[in-house]
């Protein structure tokens, strides 16, 4: 039966048994599974684990299984952001992250499922198909990142990387009752992680428990000059595994429990808060004035980002390429059969806001709420350690319940997107389930304050029992 | 307020072809997401400088030293059309 492992319960199975035979299990059960959290197999796999079983290694990820969003790049592994214009592309180099976790010794086992080109928060705008959330299937897993918050809950990957360009890990990791967290904008290396949204995503760590998102942070963190927004900084995240959270102050800002709510949700947050608070950690309410009107300036400068990254899918140089009489006519054809409805909807209005006469009223104005937004934070962090609150407003919802409505898809990234705006780091960890669903709690910490998110993440899952329940047929 | 000619102005400058007969679709799309985007006009930005970038850096520069890049082939090998070594396209005039 599929089971959920940790990075210590890996290395102890690959201890007893061997490299090859772990990895081999993960591919069996990803073969058998229905939940499609895959995009590609990674071939070489085995023999890259047997070459663990042959050599003695103290590397940190010696031959543990890691699966990897399909908008990161894998030499030799396609990488298709889930999309016909990338079906057949296979990259020449290894992104920054990938080449960390080849050096820690980590078998690259496949790639995950996503929404194409990371737009969307349901894992359904997929050219590959829709992934199913493994605690009901009838349910999306969340998104962008769904194949790999999916793939972890259904016992088919230990760890694995997504990315978060508005929520895309903790919404997924919330839906799918798994770990993940987006780090401080420029603390992973984005060489070689195909750009939605160049100024506000990050690589983000995936597991099944809070220490083992601090382990993979330890080995991809780290300065990188091929990306021109790496940070120098040299931090420990393992050493912020502390089971104490005595006295930390917690912010709960009142406008991420909304009236939008379901009230279950909110009720298990307000639970977890007052867990934290008997664990010895103090609370108060804030205000982040600026957060409603976070959500249309994220999809401003989002897709303005978007129109402008985009452009190099032009059938030149990679990718899908379709019959035209001159070289226009090429590339808008094959923009137009290669990108789905999600993405040309967002380039579409990306142009729109940068184009001549627009550009003050839309673009300039966003970056100036984004500084609003990032004021609130600041003040907000003058008082208090973290912030937490719910990570959305509600359990996952059913497939195709609202992929015909794109702004209520977008709607529900409303406690996400604040965030990436001002650029600090957060977590989603389990805190409950609501009708035998999932419930995701944020951490919210200030610029390069990881380590507070982490002690309060490890505090609650040590002394609660949350994410110890499995989906169906996972150990 | 986009027009269905604006989106078949858009939809050039951004180089996606939209059949004619989808226009209307899309400019009924894209207006029902500009009207949500209209509630910014509520706030007073008058004073407010804008945040192109959340971290401090200022012109980040690296020494110009020659490294290992691609092969002719590596470059190539994603590519479904070349010629002697080329990249193929059509004419772009």
Known sequence: MPEWMSIRDT???????????????????????????????????????????KNQSDLPLAGVPISIKDNISTKGIPTTCSSRMLENYIPPFNAHVIEKLYEAGAIIIGKTNMDEFAMGGSTETCCGGTTFNPWDTSRVPGGSSGGSAAALAAGESPISLGSDTGGSVRSPASYCGVVAMKPTYGTISRYGLISYSNSLEQIG????????????????????????????????????????????????????????????????????????EDLGAIWKEVSLPTTKYALPAYYILAMSDASSNLARFDGTRYGLQVEGNNWHVMASKTRAQGFGDEVKRRILLGTYALSAGYHDKYYVKALKVRTLVKNDFDRAFNDVDVLMGPTMADIAF?????IEDPLSIYMTDINNVPVNLAGIPSMSVPCGFADKMPVGLQIIGNTFDESSILRCAYTFEQNTNHHKKRPDGVN | MITEEDVERISWLARIEIDSSKSKEYAEQLNSILDYFQQLEELDTSDIEPTYHVDDLVNVLRSDDIKPSFTQ?????????????????PGIM
């Open chain 1, 11 to 53: 290395k102890h199975k690959i201890d007893n048994l061997s490299a090859e035979e772990v990895t081999s299990s993960y591919l069996d059960t990803i073969e058998k599974s229905s939940i499609n959290a895959f995009t590609n197999i990674n071939k070489k796999a085995i023999e890259d684990a047997k070459y663990y079983d």
């Open chain 1, 205 to 276: 760590p995936m597991a099944t428990c809070v220490e083992d998102i601090a382990h993979i942070m330890d080995v991809i963190a780290g300065y990188d000059n091929r990306d021109s927004t790496s940070i120098k900084r040299d931090i420990n995240y393992s050493d912020a595994i502390i089971n104490d959270s005595e006295g930390m102050k917690i912010g709960v800002p009142t406008e991420l429990i909304s009236d939008g709510i379901n009230p279950k949700v909110e009720k298990i947050v307000w639970d977890a808060i007052h867990k934290m």
């Open chain 1, 398 to 402: 059913k497939v195709g319940e609202k």
């Open chain 2, 73 to 89: 082939e590596e470059a190539l090998e994603n590519c479904e059309n070349k010629k002697d070594g080329y990249f193929k396209v």
